[in-house]
């Protein structure tokens, strides 16, 4: 990382998960598959899912709550508010606006919706950070919302990986993790997974969008560790967070990633095991939250992390495009005050069965 000190970064975090949620072995009793399948294969627990009149609105807002909760600036301080997520409920007016309608946030505000599949999200903190890099003397902060349901058609292939949330955070003094400015782009036009307007559910190629997101990590870790060899500027990160769309599919893409540079399987195994793998916790029992779970592994990671230990980010959006971030634990990462509203929303969710998941799939009008 520069030797800079990074003045912009993450201020305040909130997240929520949704009310209610499947085991993936019940999808998997429905469905006639093994449930090793979907637990080992793919490294699945839960999904999170929303009743029929739960939406993103809902999602974002709570999560926005609980981070303007925490932060000790006012409602008034925020200069820039956006919103990350594919599942737009509108196509000309933004989500920004619902979730700024309810918080009654309003004024000299940029209010704005950020779309690219699952790499949204981060690229809205990614423009809150540039916007206050540009502004020195920007007093007020940025809030920015990563969230998203994603349902696939039933007996997709992607069924298993369904899963809803939405991550909030407040883009202003570093204190729970500096983002470096630099950061390692990588796009590439493919029909991997996309979703054509008026159609409720993705289509989705899983192999192909699996190789597009492994090229896409292996070359944005490339740019980064073209400016130093792999073992330093790898071993100085605690941790590595992905892209989670099911945690095999990081594990792979992880994989693919470190033997580009050489990496033989013991060495592959043990980062994994001990720096990558436990990022992933909460997002077994999210599921794919598409905007959000990149920084559901990112909340979930910084938490417990002290002043100055450096993470990386990799954000991954179908069709395709992806950005590899950089991040440094500020002096209230390790206070983690953000889990317990995992622990929170995961005590007081419902789970329901296969029957009811059915049931809920026809009560859902439209899932966006
Ligand atoms: N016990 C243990 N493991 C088992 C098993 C059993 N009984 N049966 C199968 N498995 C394993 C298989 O060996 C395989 O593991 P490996 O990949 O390590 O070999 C794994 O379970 C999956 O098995 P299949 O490949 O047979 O499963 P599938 O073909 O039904 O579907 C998939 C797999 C293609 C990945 C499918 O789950 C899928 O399409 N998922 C969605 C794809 C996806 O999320 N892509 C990312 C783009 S979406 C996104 O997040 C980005 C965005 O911008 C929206």
């Given at each position: 990382m520069q030797n800079h000190s990074i003045?912009?970064?993450?201020?305040s975090m909130g997240l929520h998960l949704p009310p209610l949620a499947l085991k993936v072995t019940d999808l998997a009793r429905l469905r006639g598959v093994e449930p090793d399948k979907y637990t080992l294969g793919l490294g699945l627990q839960d999904m999170a899912l929303c009743p029929p009149d739960y939406t993103v609105v809902e999602l974002a807002t709570e999560a926005a709550k609980r981070a303007l909760s925490r932060w000790q600036g006012k409602l008034s301080d925020i200069g820039l508010i956006a919103v990350g997520t594919e599942s737009a409920i509108d196509m000309s007016r933004p989500l920004s606006a619902w979730v700024a309608d309810k918080l009654g946030l309003k004024g000299a505000v940029r209010s704005y919706e950020v779309k690219h599949a699952c790499y949204g999200g981060t690229l809205a903190v990614r423009q809150a950070l540039e916007w206050k890099l540009a502004n020195p003397q920007q007093a007020k902060a940025a809030l920015v919302i990563a969230t998203d349901i994603a349902l696939y058609t039933e007996n997709d292939p992607g069924e298993p990986t369904q899963g809803a949330g939405a991550v909030a955070m407040i883009i202003d003094e570093p204190l729970i993790a500096a983002i470096e400015p630099k950061s390692y782009a990588w796009s590439e036009p493919a029909f991997d997974f996309w979703r054509p307007l008026g159609e409720a559910y993705p289509r989705v190629d899983g192999a192909f969008s699996q190789a597009c997101y492994q090229r896409a990590a292996t070359e944005c870790f490339k740019a980064l560790i073209a400016e130093d060899e792999s073992e330093k500027i790898l071993a100085e990160l605690s941790a590595l967070c992905f892209h989670v769309p099911f945690p095999k599919m990081v594990k792979k893409a992880f994989s693919q990633v470190v033997q580009h540079f050489g990496w033989n399987e013991q060495k592959i195994a043990e980062f994994y095991k001990t720096r990558v793998e436990p990022t992933m916790s909460w997002n077994r029992y999210s599921g794919n939250a598409y905007t959000a779970s990149l920084w559901i592994a990112v909340a979930n990671t910084l938490r417990g992390l002290t002043v100055g230990e450096k993470i990386a980010a990799f954000s991954y959006g179908s069709g395709f495009g992806s950005e590899l971030l950089l991040l440094k634990a500020g002096p209230m990462a390790h206070l983690g005050e953000w889990a317990k509203d995992i622990e929170q929303d995961m005590a007081q969710r419902i789970y329901i069965d296969e029957h009811e998941y059915l049931q809920l799939r026809k009560d859902i009008v439209s899932p966006h």
């Open positions: 003045r912009v970064g993450i201020a």
